[in-house]
């Protein structure tokens, strides 16, 4: 097992996973997102099948995600080593591009009644994507100070996602709040 510390609480990991904040760093990128999961029995029909059909996009890229084990274990990403990240940027840029994963979100039509919430969520998940492709860029040049702030910027925004997420019948143990919780 691996030990980490996201900012909230010391995590294990099993040996050969991803760190859950390389999720979140990652993919603060893809919806740091979605904190999305399963609904609540009192949504609707349409709530319903709109949170699945988020989660499915979700669990698809977690699979991918976890099918790729961090190559740096003991990595802390408020404290990374210059000469790590080079080797974090290739990783996420590899395994992390949340273009496919957004554009699929993008596609999905909220129920009428949270049209509002799904705007300002989508909101929030561009700019976790430009703060995703901010990273891998200073990763790859390795610039410690760079990459600390996109890690403080991803942490805020999933703050945000977080927020919001349950106003759209969303909760933390989905595929999605796997993923970007």
């Known amino acids: 097992m691996h030990r980490q510390t996201n900012g909230r609480a010391r995590v294990q990991n099993p040996a ?13 990128a893809t ?21 699945a059909k988020a989660n499915a996009i979700c669990g698809q890229a977690t699979a ?37 994963t957004t554009a699929r979100l993008d596609a999905l039509t909220a129920p ?6 799904w705007q300002e969520l989508r909101a929030l998940i561009n ?18 100070a760079g990459f600390e702030q996109t890690v403080r910027t991803a942490r805020h925004l999933s703050t945000e996602i977080n927020r919001i997420a349950p106003r759209l019948g969303f909760t933390s143990s989905s595929p999605c709040g796997q993923l970007f919780g």
Not at 31 to 51: E, Y
Not at 112 to 117: C, P, T
């Open 112 to 117: 009428a009644g949270h049209q509002r919430e």
């Open 127 to 144: 700019q976790a994507a430009a703060n995703g492709r901010r990273q891998i860029t200073v990763a790859e040049r390795a610039d410690v």
């Open 31 to 51: 919806a740091a997102a979605l904190s999305v999961a399963a609904c609540t029995s009192s949504q609707g029909a349409k709530d319903r099948r709109f949170v």
């Open 64 to 100: 991918r995600h976890s099918a790729h084990p961090f190559p740096l274990p003991g990595f802390d990403p408020l404290h990374p080593r210059p000469a790590d990240l080079p080797a974090v940027g290739r990783y996420f840029a590899r395994y992390g591009s949340a273009s496919a």
């Open 16 to 28: 050969g996973t991803a760190p859950r904040w390389a999720a979140i760093i990652m993919v603060a």
